[in-house]
């Protein structure tokens, strides 16, 4: 059903929390008269302090009221305006790329710019080896070599080479996942362009940029010229308001979204999060909220960026930035609104990311491993609350559980920064006493599945509750293993019984 821009989908408070829908329930959902559907003439909007409001100059001197994503789109075409459903070109602030998409993108860019050619701009290229590290494997190995000679030949400025595979410490270039990695080291910047090579690039949304994700083809363009052909989204808004309870995390708010709109329910959209819920989240927080935006099918997730975005990028980067934000009157698509302090931890069940259900209802499934990490569920709040869980519980795991930190400076964290309420301990110390296996080498390991060796794969078909991202079958590895998708508060919890379990039951 299509919504006209003014459409607000609420959700009550005795309709939160309710019972699992398939990944079979109709679309006629949205149709029942249980969902009160009422008409605005004006779409409630987030609206900045005056002090970080941009500079009109940076998109012209439009008086038509535009979303932020909308007016990043116009900065970067240098146009006044611009409207959802339009083509533009736009010109790319950052271009990033992985290990297993350079080859690709590098031989399509020497075949169509010339073996001699030279790259738009070196420093706005940062290349990222995370996907197929710690393997045996000698073609996952070519592909980081690959990146390599590209990246000396063509003299790029961000290159984060790993050549010691056997001691990740041993390479002080090398980061981990690439989406975690991009923001740690401050490549992630409100109002600007970020593409790259993976899908899950829609994380930095979490900063208030247009991120998403492109294909090999696209990159090898980009790289050429410093431009793309993009069509405008138009912009769904996410209103989440109330308190966040202590047992939950971002991975359930998204999780219920995905699970309200389907798989395809934000196809080639922005999804805007706003309200007193995202206003206190952490930018980790936010962007986990953003990475999964590309489950919905979204072509960008977007969180305005406020002192919180600011505190974090103080010590991560000294490029200028201006902020950009929704006007009061933009028009949205559709409006969606949500009482978050309503909500229950939830799941998603195999095979989909929107087949959501309540952890509490899944409580009878037997699982064979935990597995935490990935650019969704591995950075340091990540682990911070899977001890969290460990030391309330007080127990040891029943299944073996997996922890792969996203990128090296996780790593760290999880041996030096101390849990809180834990007494001084660590989140390696607490990690170990629950019989954890210890932390891994950070890469993306095993939420794409891989090479066979790759760490915490799915080898065999077993039962699986991980913070990943996608659930899909064979996404780990076995194609008849059983992705259970939960927060890292659902995945501790459930590694200390053995079965999905809700965390509530420990915390």
């Given at each position: ?147 390599r000679d590209f990246c000396v ?19 002080p270039d090398y980061k981990g ?111 986990t909220l953003c990475n999964m ?215």
């Open positions: 059903m299509a919504f006209s821009c003014s459409s607000i989908i609420t959700y009550k408070k005795d309709q939160l929390g309710f019972c699992a829908f398939p990944s079979s329930f109709p679309s006629s959902f949205f149709t029942d008269k249980k969902c009160n559907k009422t008409i605005s003439k004006k779409i409630v909007s987030l609206v900045s302090p005056q002090k970080n409001k941009p500079n009109l100059s940076a998109v012209g001197s439009s008086k038509t009221p535009m979303t932020a994503t909308e007016k990043i789109l116009a900065r970067a075409c240098e146009k006044s305006e611009v409207k959802a459903g339009e083509n533009a070109w736009i010109n790319v602030d950052v271009l990033m790329i992985n290990d297993i998409t350079c080859p690709g993108v590098c031989g399509t860019f020497k075949r169509e710019f010339g073996n001699t050619a030279k790259v738009w701009d070196r420093e706005k290229i940062v290349v990222i080896p995370d996907h197929y590290i710690f393997t045996n494997d000698e073609r996952a190995h070519r592909n980081v070599d690959t990146a030949e063509q003299d790029i400025k961000y290159f984060y080479d790993i050549q010691d595979r056997s001691n990740f410490r041993a390479n996942v690439c989406h975690v990695a991009l923001a740690q080291e401050g490549h992630c910047r409100p109002g600007e362009v970020l593409l790259g090579t993976d899908s899950h690039t829609t994380s930095a949304g979490a900063f208030g940029q247009f991120a998403t994700g492109v294909g090999n083809t696209d990159a090898a363009f980009i790289l050429g010229t410093g431009k793309i052909l993009l069509k405008v989204p138009a912009t769904l808004r996410f209103v989440l308001d109330g308190e966040m309870p202590n047992y939950l995390l971002a991975k359930d708010l998204i999780l219920n979204i995905i699970g309200e709109i389907s798989m395809s329910g934000a196809t080639y959209k922005t999804m805007e999060f706003v309200g007193t819920t995202i206003e206190s989240l952490t930018m980790e927080e936010r962007m935006v590309v489950e919905a099918g979204g072509k960008n997730g977007i969180v305005a960026a406020d002192r919180t975005t600011y505190k974090y990028l103080e010590d991560k980067t000294s490029t200028p930035y201006e902020p950009i934000f929704s006007d009061e009157k933009a028009r949205f698509q559709a409006e969606y609104r949500f009482d978050v302090s309503e909500l229950e931890p939830l799941v998603a069940k195999p095979h989909s990311p929107d087949n959501r259900a309540l952890a509490r209802e899944c409580n009878n499934v037997k699982i064979d491993r935990v597995y935490i990490g990935s650019c969704t569920g591995g950075k340091t709040e990540d682990f911070m609350a899977a001890a969290k869980v460990f030391l309330a519980g007080g127990k040891t795991v029943k299944v073996p559980t997996f922890l792969v930190p996203a990128t090296q400076k996780v790593w760290m964290d999880l041996y030096t920064l101390e849990v809180p309420g834990s007494g001084g301990k660590t989140c390696s110390q607490i990690f170990e006493e629950a019989g954890c296996d210890p932390p891994a080498s950070p890469s993306c390991a095993a939420c794409m599945g891989g090479p066979k060796d790759t760490y915490g794969r799915l080898n065999e078909p077993k039962v699986c509750v991980s913070t990943t991202n996608r659930n899909f079958p064979g996404r780990m590895g076995h194609i008849e293993g059983h992705v259970y998708l939960a927060s890292p508060y659902t995945a501790a919890a459930s590694a200390l019984t053995g079965f999905v379990t809700d965390p509530r039951k420990f915390l």
